[in-house]
C-alpha cells in the first residue's frame, strides 16, 4: 500500500512539474518579441551601449572589434562615397530618414565609422583650424565612438536664405533657427537612437554639446528610455 502510495505521489509531483514547466516555456515563448524592424540584424555578439569617452578607449583588439569588422556595410553619404556603418545601425537609420521624408524634412549620413587612421585625420584637421578648441573638444584617436560603428554624424537638407537647398550639419546654434532639428531629436528614439551628446550633460559626457551626433543603442525600447528621461548614455549606463 505505501509503495502504490508512493507512486502515486510522485505521478502527482510529475503533473504539476510538467505543468510548471509548461507554463514557463510558454511565459518564455509568449514573451513580447524585440518590434523593431531591423531586430534580425542585431549581432548578438556586440554591445550596443558600449561607452567610449576619455575614462574608457576603444579596444581595437577586442571581441567586440572582431565581430564588428564582420557586421560592417557600406552606405552612401551625402557626397555619394561609400561610408562603412554597423548593419543594425544603417537599416534603423534607413528607416528613420523614410519617417522623416513622409514629415517633409531629409536627413543624411556625414560619417559613420571610423578607423584609427580616420580619426586621427579628423583631429588634425579640425585641431589645427583657428579657434576650433577654443569652442569645440576635437575627440583624440582611440576614444571616440565613431569607431563602434554605431555613431552617426546627421546633416540636413535645408534651404538656406537664398532659397537654394544645401546640407547643414546641426550645431547649437542652427537648432534655434531649423525648425526640422526638434523634429529629427523628437523621432530619434522611434528609431533605436538617442542624442549622444545632449546639451547640459557636457560634465558628464567629456563633450560639448553635438546634437549632429546620434547614436544607435540597439532598440527603440532602450532608446526611449535614455531619451524620455532626459538621459545621457553615460548616466543610463553607469548610473552617474
Known sequence: MKIKNSIVKLILWL????????????????????PDPWAKAIDPNLNYLLIVND?????????????????????????????????AAFLAFSQLQVALKEKGMTIGLYSAYRTKDDQQWVYDYYSNLPGWSETNKVVKPGYSEHHTGLLINVVILYPDENGNEIWYTETAERQQTIPFFKTL???????????????GKEKVTGVPCEPYEIRFVGTSQTAHEIMDHGLCLEEYVYGQ
Open 55 to 87: 575614462d574608457h578607449p576603444y579596444d581595437f583588439t577586442s571581441a567586440y572589434d572582431i565581430f564588428l569588422q564582420k557586421d560592417l556595410v557600406y552606405a552612401a553619404d551625402i557626397y555619394g562615397y561609400a561610408t562603412p556603418i554597423e548593419k
Open 185 to 199: 531629436h523628437e523621432n530619434l528614439a522611434d528609431y533605436g537612437f538617442i542624442d549622444r551628446y545632449p546639451a
Open 15 to 34: 503533473v504539476v512539474f510538467a505543468t510548471l514547466f509548461s507554463a514557463t516555456c510558454v511565459a518564455t515563448f509568449a514573451a513580447a518579441p524585440n
